[in-house]
């Protein structure tokens, strides 16, 4: 009898079981223009989870900015009026300001992975963004200062610079005035003569045309772009764990193939000094205390507002 109710009972479930294990479709934005090529590559990734994820999970792209603009973007995965976002930390240091540390690692996202880093990540994007930090997507890209005007050492004194809070500290420190804008804003500042220069990786000069508008790039580069997939933590908990098993592999896949970035950053150079971009190298002792200022500048500035995680974040995320 009491054997019978058992089987009963686990009958009487497993229907309703069996009608919730239907698609969900998650709704994914970029912080990034639609016509960028992190895009465009993200949406090669798109189009292959939605083949193999048929009758188990579907992502729908919504858009870039002009759906919703790049600094709003955190937020919007915080509270869940959008499930998914591909994002770098800078665009949601309103959400919280650890975020921009992303920047500053000094290894791979592989090794990541294993010495604690990532799951250290987690835990702050858990509990301070509602986030769910599934993989980085790009790396090996590090970010250089482009200008029309010819320096000869590391002082930006005078020049005004387009930033976003990754260079925020950094060329403030080299005495540079700055002014925060999205990348779909650079093209006319730049035109307008707005600015001087501007901050941005070694790769992605083109797909805006701002290399119409540029004359120089500032060698050696620093830190390490920095784009993710993140996701909205009650979304990342609603999904069945065959539907979290499958989204944390695709992710996976797509991070398991960040080398490419390598090839792209020594395309980009090439194709930036092919029209004529000229490269300001600083040398020796100039580059290094270009780039230990760098660095200095930004866990500085991480630390200041997040005493309580930057000092942790620091050490998991620099070379033993
Ligand atoms: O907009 C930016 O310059 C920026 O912060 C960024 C971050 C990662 C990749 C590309 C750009």
Not at 212 to 238: C, H, M
């Amino acid at each position: 009898m009491r054997r019978f109710v058992g089987i009963a009972a686990a009958a009487l479930t497993a229907a309703p079981l069996a009608a919730t294990a239907q698609v969900t479709t998650l709704k994914l934005v970029s912080a990034f223009p639609e016509n960028s090529f992190y895009v465009t590559r993200l949406q090669t990734w798109i189009d292959s989870v939605n083949t193999e994820g048929k009758g188990l999970l579907q992502i729908n792209f919504i858009g870039g900015p002009k759906a919703i603009p790049t600094f709003e973007v955190g937020n919007a995965v915080r509270t869940g009026v959008v499930d998914m976002a591909m994002s770098t930390g800078a665009y949601y240091t309103n959400v919280f300001p650890e975020s921009d540390a992303l920047k500053l690692t000094r290894m791979p996202v592989a090794e990541q992975r294993r010495n604690g880093a990532f799951d250290y990540i987690n835990k702050i994007w858990n509990e301070k963004g509602n986030m769910v930090y599934l993989a980085r997507i790009v790396e090996y890209q590090p970010f250089h200062l482009y200008l029309n005007k010819k320096i000869d050492k590391p002082d930006l004194t005078g020049l005004k610079i387009r930033v976003t809070p990754v260079y925020r500290d950094f060329f403030s420190a080299l005495g540079a005035t700055v002014m925060q804008t999205p990348p779909g804003e650079v093209y006319t500042a730049l035109e307008r003569g707005v600015v001087d220069g501007y901050g941005w990786p070694i790769g992605g000069i083109f797909d805006l045309n701002w290399q119409e508008r540029t004359k120089f790039r500032v060698d050696p580069g620093f830190y390490d772009a920095e784009v993710s997939l993140i996701a909205n933590q009650d979304a990342w908990k609603k999904l069945t764990p065959a539907q979290r098993e499958f989204l944390n592999r695709q992710a996976r896949s797509l991070e398991n193939r960040n080398d490419y970035w390598k090839i792209y950053a020594q395309q980009e150079d090439e194709r930036q000094a092919k029209v004529g971009i000229q490269v300001i190298r600083l040398e020796g002792a100039q580059a290094k205390q270009y780039v230990d200022t760098a660095y200095e500048a930004a866990w500085g500035g991480i630390i200041k507002v997040s005493p309580q995680y930057g000092p942790k974040m620091r050490e998991l995320f620099s070379k033993k």
